[in-house]
């Protein structure tokens, strides 16, 4: 199985936006693009709203088969480890295996001393095309990566292996995930990781690594430009590089898991991967649900009243909402509007407030945020969120179709 060039990866919560999710992409490939849609939805998202991966593919195959979708398109199990695999082996066919929480535990000390002994030929100065400066590698610095990343890239090799024996057809798409860890990995780590892979025999397609810079859940990235450009440029000769020297597959290519909407990285991206001639994968899940939320304030009526309803039960239930996504969130408490505010607004201030246009004075980046993570809300009202989306599915459609194509699809392909 193989991914096509260029994918973009989607998520639902509540899994009635796969049709306008589609339409956005099919916009893109009826201009020419070969684009393919990668339904993801991770084990913490189905628990807090309480669904299984049978409900996104349903949802996959059926936006498919309604749009008679010619392109491609799966279904990822995001970020799954051994522990929760198997609630996606048989509904998945792209798997993103995360081993962030092995960098750093070191292997056993065979293991070590085979592979710094196996790659000794890269200590020195080692130059790698499209990279200005020679990379300086010596004995320590392999010993360091081994001892930091050999045990993770063990066990991506034993999830998956794990797949292969126990899904049925054994094809699916392989994605190794660094991404959910503090530090970035430098250009030399990447180098060493691929080996590492290469060795575990992992015919992975696609590589998610950390990048620096803040990556916050549904705003815009916070950090250097120009270092995320250099960063990601180096990262893709790196790939260029480990697919002809370690035998790698001729299609791997970088993941961008970007928390949704880092839209002022994908001029350098769009660039990059021209210049390159480099495939890409960027994984922009979580704002389909506030494109929702967008649609239901926009109409007005019972719409703006559970928009409202949903805002002030997160304000009320902040550290319980906020608390998993810790790490990923920077919300000034003190300037979010009270639920008394809000409750004055009209649907156009709500609006604007919320959604991501950055050139308007009134969005605002806390409750941006806040609602992000509110979802867990919107569960819970179960159907009464549920219907009325489907009350005003046009205007909530139209918000979703507009977001994914006119703010990522368009910059970042056409
Ligand atoms: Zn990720």
Same mark, same amino acid.
């Given at each position: 199985?193989?991914? %096509?060039?260029?994918?973009?990866? &989607? !998520?639902?919560? $509540?899994?009635?936006?796969?049709?306008?999710? =589609?339409?956005? @992409?099919?916009?893109?490939?009826?201009?020419?693009?070969?684009?393919?849609?990668?339904?993801?939805?991770?084990?913490?998202?189905?628990?807090?709203?309480?669904?299984?991966?049978?409900?996104?593919?349903?949802?996959?195959?059926?936006? %498919?088969?309604?749009?008679?979708? &010619? !392109?491609?398109? $799966?279904?990822?199990?995001?970020?799954?480890? =051994?522990?929760? @695999?198997?609630?996606?082996?048989?509904?998945?066919?792209?798997?993103?295996?995360?081993?962030?929480?092995?960098?750093?535990?070191?292997?056993?000390?065979?293991?070590?001393?085979?592979?710094?002994?196996?790659?000794?030929?890269?200590?020195?100065?080692?130059?790698?095309?499209?990279?200005?400066?020679?990379?300086?590698?010596?004995?320590?610095? =392999?010993?360091?990566?081994?001892?930091?990343?050999?045990?993770?890239?063990?066990?991506?090799?034993?999830?998956?292996?794990?797949?292969?024996?126990?899904?049925?057809?054994?094809?699916?798409?392989?994605?190794?995930?660094?991404?959910?860890?503090?530090?970035?990995?430098?250009?030399?780590?990447?180098?060493?990781?691929?080996?590492?892979?290469?060795?575990?025999?992992?015919?992975?397609?696609?590589?998610?690594?950390?990048?620096?810079?803040?990556?916050?859940?549904?705003?815009?990235?916070?950090?250097?430009?120009?270092?995320?450009?250099?960063?990601?440029?180096?990262?893709?000769?790196?790939?260029?590089?480990?697919?002809?020297?370690?035998?790698?597959?001729?299609?791997?290519?970088?993941?961008?898991?970007?928390?949704?909407?880092?839209?002022?990285?994908?001029?350098?991206?769009?660039?990059?991967?021209?210049?390159?001639?480099?495939?890409?994968?960027?994984?922009?899940?979580?704002?389909?649900?506030?494109?929702?939320?967008?649609?239901?304030?926009?109409?007005?009526?019972?719409?703006?009243?559970?928009?409202?309803?949903?805002?002030?039960?997160?304000?009320?239930?902040?550290?319980?909402?906020?608390?998993?996504?810790?790490?990923?969130?920077?919300?000034?408490?003190?300037?979010?509007?009270?639920?008394?505010?809000?409750?004055?607004?009209?649907?156009?201030?709500?609006?604007?407030?919320?959604?991501?246009?950055?050139?308007?004075?009134?969005?605002?980046?806390?409750?941006?945020?806040?609602?992000?993570?509110?979802?867990?809300?919107?569960?819970?009202?179960?159907?009464?969120?549920?219907?009325?989306?489907?009350?005003?599915?046009?205007?909530?459609?139209?918000?979703?179709?507009?977001?994914?194509?006119?703010?990522?699809?368009?910059?970042?392909?056409?």
């Amino acid at each position: 199985m193989k991914l %096509a060039r260029y994918s973009i990866g &989607t !998520g639902d919560r $509540f899994g009635l936006q796969g049709n306008s999710q =589609l339409a956005a @992409v099919k916009k893109a490939y009826n201009k020419g693009v070969d684009l393919a849609i990668v339904w993801n939805k991770s084990h913490r998202e189905h628990t807090i709203v309480g669904t299984t991966q049978e409900s996104v593919r349903q949802e996959a195959d059926q936006a %498919a088969a309604a749009a008679s979708w &010619t !392109g491609q398109y $799966f279904v990822d199990a995001d970020h799954i480890g =051994l522990g929760n @695999v198997d609630l996606f082996l048989d509904n998945s066919d792209f798997f993103t295996i995360d081993v962030a929480d092995f960098i750093g535990k070191k292997t056993d000390s065979k293991r070590l001393h085979d592979f710094v002994s196996a790659h000794q030929n890269f200590i020195g100065e080692y130059t790698i095309p499209g990279i200005a400066s020679p990379l300086k590698i010596n004995r320590e610095l =392999l010993q360091e990566i081994a001892e930091k990343y050999l045990f993770a890239v063990q066990k991506a090799g034993e999830i998956y292996r794990y797949i292969k024996k126990n899904k049925n057809n054994g094809d699916f798409i392989t994605e190794v995930s660094m991404d959910e860890t503090a530090e970035p990995q430098t250009p030399v780590e990447m180098l060493f990781i691929l080996a590492a892979i290469a060795d575990e025999k992992i015919p992975v397609q696609t590589i998610a690594p950390k990048f620096s810079g803040r990556f916050n859940k549904g705003v815009d990235y916070i950090g250097d430009l120009a270092q995320f450009r250099q960063e990601f440029e180096e990262d893709l000769c790196i790939i260029t590089y480990g697919i002809k020297t370690f035998g790698l597959p001729a299609d791997l290519k970088l993941s961008v898991h970007s928390g949704s909407d880092k839209f002022s990285i994908y001029g350098p991206i769009r660039e990059l991967i021209a210049k390159h001639n480099a495939g890409i994968h960027v994984k922009t899940a979580g704002t389909t649900w506030l494109e929702e939320l967008i649609g239901l304030a926009e109409a007005g009526g019972t719409g703006l009243e559970i928009a409202k309803q949903i805002y002030s039960s997160s304000y009320s239930r902040f550290d319980e909402l906020c608390s998993p996504y810790a790490s990923v969130i920077d919300i000034d408490r003190e300037a979010l509007p009270t639920p008394a505010d809000l409750q004055t607004w009209t649907s156009d201030q709500f609006v604007k407030a919320l959604r991501h246009d950055q050139s308007c004075p009134d969005y605002d980046i806390n409750l941006r945020q806040l609602l992000h993570v509110g979802y867990k809300v919107a569960a819970e009202l179960g159907d009464t969120y549920l219907n009325v989306l489907r009350q005003n599915e046009a205007v909530v459609s139209k918000n979703v179709i507009e977001n994914l194509y006119d703010r990522h699809i368009k910059p970042l392909f056409l």
